[in-house]
Each structure stands twice: as structure tokens, then as C-alpha cells.
């Protein structure tokens, strides 16, 4: 729907456009979506080798990385994706996954040595099935193509503003208009699309991607049937602040975790390209069985009513209730940061400090000294109450 | 004229989303003896990957001779079953899940098998297909549930019974042995 929304948003542009221009809104409208097309073109054919390259991703052979290997090997099996995907690993601490291919059929899923470092076999499964349901739901393909309608889009009300401002050419000329009245009006219609027009489509385009989110996170739930282990992940996530060093603006949708997630953005706020983590988790955690249907109920849950996420297309697949089934699970391989942050946590007890746990993922210590009512964050600024 | 010209136009619609729905069900029915076949796959997996998990164990295991055997066996005739009907193999495939269940609790007790590099990988391997093993029945259960909807709902139904699209059969868990995951820890 929102997409069919910033299709009309660019086919309304560049009618406007041509009218005032050109006086002819076929030519607004043809020149449009030929920029479109070709926009399209260029993009498909650049290939997701120059994103992975762009983060110094090196794909990985099965012995390389057996478990890794093995569960996105699972995961494959789980969603019915057609062909293996190329399994790549980036060298950095940071923890973060993503998943590119505009086609099922050639696939590749990355993830950073932070990540895979620290989470356990359930939790490596339920990030590596959110990645594979971008790829399956082809959010890669759909988002990549909202990126260029919203880039055709700016591009167009760039160029009208500034033809506008260099003479208002193709305006003045006109003498099959009647009176002057008719041109004023033109003129500001059009020039409150060039205005609004990319700022809507830019709203247009983050609602698009939260939604593919938690679209994403269902799947992830119905293939490994076991939303805990994505919780569980998602909040390991939560708790690291380091960014991932290439990550790009125009790329950041693909991400699991928003790489731009800044101190203490309430991200229920519209720029953002993911739903905050803390309510993905409160989902995750509030459903009964792993259907796309008890997603959408947990999701209405922790929202209090109002309409579910999920398209009613997808829900139709899934009218029988499934059973969440725990998965053997495999204890996490001993990590030295995890252990020293561990000791670290022991050693603020033992000399009394209190330990507060800020939503940006921050830990404050409040020394047993301190008399006031409320503690600041030092990373987001968010008060505490003592 | 017109009243014809209508009523044609009315049949082809109703002719192209016939087609349509007919094939979806196609491709629902192939989807789900592909996921079948997948099954397969995976338990062929596992027959190949036994014998060298017995061997690399039995350097370590002198004493556990029984439960190698058992595991051969039980792997030779899972294997020789796995051209007969569907009741056979389900049978067979139950009795080498708890045969393999058991050596791999058994293994807990030889310290030094456990820290062997190769051992370790074979178990993570042996771990891996019986996950593949079960998300392929998983993805086979999903297929058939997505198929049936389709020939159980409105209007597909209508196509699939004119077409003659019976529903499909879910994978069930029959022997209780199997219906008890087998809780392999590998700390």
C-alpha cells in the first residue's frame, strides 16, 4: 500500500512538474518514470559485490565457519529458500548481520566476528532466519526499489526548484493559458510538491521499511519456531553501542539493528528505519505459538489494540496455531570481553555501586555516596529515579 | 450486442482466474513432493555421516562396543527401508534417532573423545543434519498446511475439486522415542 503510495507521490510530481514546465503533464510524467527506469537499471545491474566489498566482507568456505555454515544452512531448509546463500563474515566488533539479493536465487547473508562471537547457537539461528526472510520476502528487492523511487523522486523536485529559480522558464512562455491567475496557481501547487514531495516520500519510505521489520521478525519466528532465540538475540544487541565502522545511510534498512541508532532516539520516532528493539522483544516474547497470527495478536498486545502489522496476504498461510519447540541448545563458547565485563559487574557490587540499566544499553553505576533523587545518563541524558 | 459483448467479457475473466488458481495449486502440489524429497535429502545425509562418527569413536570407546553396533545396525537397516512404504522408514529413522541419542550420552563419559578436534566437528555435523532433518519435516508440515489451505478455502476449492487436488498428509511423529527430543548437550 505505502508503496503504491510513493509511486502515485512520484507520478504526481512529475505531472505538476510538466504542467508548469512544459505545459504538458504527459511530459512531466514520461520524463519521470524514464528517470525512474533508468535509475532502476543502473542499481540492479551494479551488483551486491560492491556493498559486501564496501564492508571488507570475506565469504566463508563450510569448514571456514562450521556452525555458522550449518545453521544458515538450516535456516535455508526451514524457509524454502531456493539456493544456499553465500555466507560472508566481516572482520569487526561490532555486532550486526545483514542480508542483500534482489533475487532468492542468489543470495548473500553477512555477519560481523562481534556478532557471531557472542551469541549462542538459538540466538545465531533466530538472526540468521530474520536475515534469510528479508531475502525470502524479497524486502531486498522492494526496499532497493523504494530507495530509487525515493531518489527519483528528490532528484526531480531538485531540478524543479531549480529551474525554477533560473527564470521560471517554460512558465512565462506559455500564451495557450488563459491569464495570469491560472500561472500563479500552477506555480504553487508546484511548488508545494517540490517541497513536500520528498519529505513524504522520505517518511513514506522508513514506515515501508519498519513494516518489512517486523514482517521479518515474524518469519524468523515461524522457521525456527522458537521467537525466544531472536529475543534473546535482539537483546544482546541492544546492549552494545559500538557502530558498525562502514555502515552507510543508504544501506541501513538491511541491517538487523539500525547502525545509526543514536543515544536515546525514541526510535518509535518516524525517521527511523527500524522499530526500537525493546518493543521487537516485548513481541517476540508475548507470543503464544510461532504463526504469522500470533505475531500479529502480540503485536497488537503490546500496542494496545489498534490494527496488526502483518499483511492480511501473508496471514491466510498460517491459520492453524504451531507450537513453539526449544531447540537443543548449546552453551555459548566462553568469550573473554563477556567475562570481563562479568567481573567487572562483581567488582562495582562488591564496593557498593548500583547498577542501572539506561534503554540506550548504557549501565550506569551510581556510587553508594550519591544523595540525589535522580541520576542522569551519561551516554543518552535520560533521567533515573533513585 | 452489448448483453453478449458483457457476458463474454465476464467468461474470460472468470477463464483467466481459473487458470490462475489452478496454478497455484500446481505449484502448491509440487512444492510440497519437493519438501518430501528434501526429507530424504537430509536423512541420507545423516546414513553417510555415521560410519565415520563409529570409527573416530571407537579408538576412544573400547568398551563400548554394543552401543557401536547398535548404531551400525540400526543405520544399515534404516538404510536398507529407505525404499519401502512410509511406515517402514518412519520406524527405521526413529530407531537410529534414539540409538544415535544414546551413544552421544554415553560419549559424555570419555573426556578424552570429547576433546578431539574431529570428534568435535563430527558432532557438530551429526548436530546440524538432525536440526536439517527436522526443519525439512518442518518445511514439509508448513508446504502441506499452505497446500490444503489453498484446497480448502474459498474459491480454490471449487478449482480443486473440478481438478481432482486431493489434500496432502502432515508428517507425524509416531514412534515416542522420537517424540521425545533427544537432549544432546555438548558442555
Redesign the interface.
Known sequence: MLTIGMGALLIVLGYVLGLYFFDSPTAGLVIAILLWAIMSLVAYFQGDSILLQMHGAKKIRPDDHPRLYNVVEEMKIASGLEAMPAVYVIDDPSLNAFAIGRDPRRASVAITSGLLRKLNRDELQGVIAHEISHVKNRDVLLMAMCSILLGTIVLIAWYGSRFLLFGGAGGRRSSSRGGGQGQIIILIVALVFMILAPIMAQLIYFAISRKREYLADASAALYTRYPEGLAAALEKLGSSTIQLKSANRATAPMYIVNPFRKKGLKASDLSSTHPPLSERIRILRAMGGASFGEYDSAYRQVHQGGEGVIPAGAMAAAAVPLTTRKLEGEAAEPDEVQRARETSDAMWKVSNYRTISCDCGTKVRVPPNFREPQIQCPHCGKPHQL | MIPGIIIGVIVVILLIMFIGIYNGLIRLRN?VKN?WA?IDV?LKRRYDLIPNLVETAKGYMKHERETLEAVTKARNLAQQVSSEGAGERAKAEGELSSVLSRLLAVVESYPDLKANQNFL?LQ??L??T???IG??R??YN??V??YN?KTH?FPSNIVARMMGFKEGEFFEVTAAAERA???????
Do not use: G, I
Open positions: 512444492q519438501a528434501q537430509q566437528a557438530e555435523e548436530a546440524s538432525e536440526n536439517k526443519f525439512s518442518q518445511f508448513d508446504s498446511l499452505r489451505n478455502m527430543a533427544p537432549k544432546v548437550s555438548f558442555t
